[in-house]
């Protein structure tokens, strides 16, 4: 006796059955998609000019003097002779002929804070302004590029971020001339010229550089 064929359950690898084809037709889309997000991705990962890649790092990156913060922007601002928002919160000093950088943060007492729009720190109230070196804080009158003056600066042996605040003013009738040492201003207040007047005022104020 001939028996009829009996049907084969097993697909040949190149006819899927039916559920190969239904399983295969919903596969392919979803393997598309991922393949089209990774060519994608590869192509903005290389596109990336070597100069987009350094305006990116460079905006990622704060300069050394930053005007991003409002507050830090206005840190000492225009509180010391020739200084400006755009020099903060660095900005140069005369010691002895040459000029510092120096950075004003913070100030002892409240009024001090305010006058050289510095934060309130009340830990300072317990340094002895006596202590500390001077700097002189030219008010009034003056020449056109004059700065503050720095009584010490590092490698002295007085130096101190600390610093007691002394205002200068010149006399009336007198010409005002660039200050630019301690020395100058206190033979000029001796020759009756100009004013020094002590306060009690210390501001933290560090000197980050010097020639």
Not at 20 to 31: E, S
Not at 44 to 68: L, R, Y
Not at 172 to 191: C, E, H, Q, R, Y
Request: charged letters at 10%; one cysteine or more; a positive charge.
């Amino acid at each position: 006796m001939i028996y009829p064929a009996r049907r084969s359950n097993v697909h040949s690898a190149g006819r899927p059955g039916p559920r190969g084809t239904a399983h295969a037709a919903k596969a392919v889309p979803g393997f598309a998609v991922g393949i089209v997000l990774m060519l994608a991705a590869s192509a903005c990962g290389s596109g990336s000019s070597p100069s987009a890649s350094s305006a990116a790092n460079a905006a990622a990156t704060p300069s050394t003097v930053s005007n991003q913060s409002v507050g830090l922007s206005h840190l000492g601002a225009h509180s010391l002779p020739a200084q400006t928002a755009q020099t903060l919160p660095a900005f140069p000093a005369y010691y002895d002929a040459h000029k510092d950088v120096v950075v004003v943060t913070d100030a002892f007492p409240k009024p001090a804070a305010v006058a050289f729009h510095a934060n309130f720190a009340p830990s300072l109230g317990v340094v002895k302004p006596s202590s500390q070196p001077l700097w002189y804080i030219v008010r009034g009158r003056a020449v056109p590029g004059q700065l503050a003056v720095l009584g010490s600066e590092p490698g002295e042996s007085d130096y101190s971020p600390l610093w007691r605040t002394v205002i200068v003013r010149w006399k009336p009738g007198v010409s005002p001339t660039l200050l630019t040492s301690d020395n100058m201003i206190n033979a000029l207040a001796g020759k009756g010229k100009l004013t020094i007047t002590d306060t009690s005022m210390v501001v933290n104020a560090p000197v980050v550089s010097k020639p």
